[in-house]
């Protein structure tokens, strides 16, 4: 099972959107409504801030969303924040004996 | 509130067995869809998804570890336990435990430990 693809980093100034893709095949993000993402700042735990492709936990601010298209997941940042900048991990769920595999990773810059 | 905690050595040899455990409070991981999973990140470098145990002691393991990989729990004693056999350099990591989501769909990880870092090195 391959990682999911990723950019390797996204930047934005403060205010500004941005948005991250998840790249994976028909066997994982194409084939389940079950993408989930990740932040995790330096030396910190991830922390989940998207489940099932666009479903916001409790206590996540409303400027991260999330959506899905074929094969691709993207995680969208409105109004980016200078706490946003962080490392964002895609993960999905691939059925069978597998079950999961997560994606390359991004580092987000806030410039 | 559920909590869980990674504990082990910071420091195996190569070829030894590293044996990993996770301490958990607020599950009991003997109910459905209770499960936990063990996730790694190499310095610099990406998260690995490595395996699960279920409620029910069933176990998924990724296919690139898989024979080196166990895991089982002791629901007596809140704990689940990692057992990777054959270490090498490339295996050093922070070595996470993760609780599976409770609601939705239940294919996310909602709580993580705190993470340990395991050196391979002779």
């Known amino acids: 099972q391959s990682a999911l693809t990723q950019p390797a980093s996204v930047s934005g100034s403060p205010g500004q959107s941005i948005a991250i893709s998840c790249t994976g095949t028909s066997s994982d993000i194409g084939g389940y409504n079950f993408v989930s993402w990740y932040q995790q700042h330096p030396g910190k735990a991830p922390k989940l801030?998207?489940?099932?492709?666009?479903?916001?936990?409790?206590?996540?601010p409303y400027r991260f969303s999330g959506s899905k298209s074929g094969n691709t997941a993207s995680l969208t940042i409105s109004g980016l924040q200078a706490e946003d900048e962080?490392?964002?991990?895609?993960?999905?769920?691939?059925?069978?004996?597998?079950?999961?595999?997560?994606?390359?990773?991004?580092?987000?810059?806030v410039l | 509130q559920i909590t869980l905690k990674e504990s082990g050595p910071p420091l195996v040899k190569p070829t030894q067995t590293l044996t990993l455990t996770c301490t958990f409070s607020g599950l009991t991981l003997s109910s459905i869809p209770e499960a936990?999973?063990?996730?790694?990140?190499?310095?610099?470098?990406?998260l690995e998804w490595l395996g699960l145990i279920y409620w029910n002691g069933n176990t998924r393991y990724t296919p690139s570890?898989?024979?080196?990989?166990?895991?089982?729990?002791?629901?007596?004693?809140?704990?689940?336990?990692?057992?990777?056999?054959?270490?090498d350099p490339v295996d050093t990591a922070t070595y996470y435990c993760a609780h599976r989501g409770s609601f939705g769909s239940h294919y996310y990880f909602d709580y993580w430990g705190q993470g340990t870092l395991v050196t391979v090195s002779s």
């Open chain 1, 49 to 60: 801030i998207i489940s099932d492709v666009s479903d916001r936990p409790s206590g996540v």
């Open chain 1, 86 to 109: 962080a490392d964002y991990y895609c993960l999905s769920y691939t059925g069978g004996l597998t079950s999961f595999v997560f994606g390359t990773g991004t580092k987000v810059t």
């Open chain 2, 36 to 46: 936990v999973g063990w996730i790694r990140q190499p310095p610099g470098k990406a």
């Open chain 2, 65 to 87: 570890l898989k024979g080196r990989l166990t895991i089982t729990k002791d629901t007596s004693r809140s704990q689940v336990v990692l057992s990777m056999t054959n270490m």
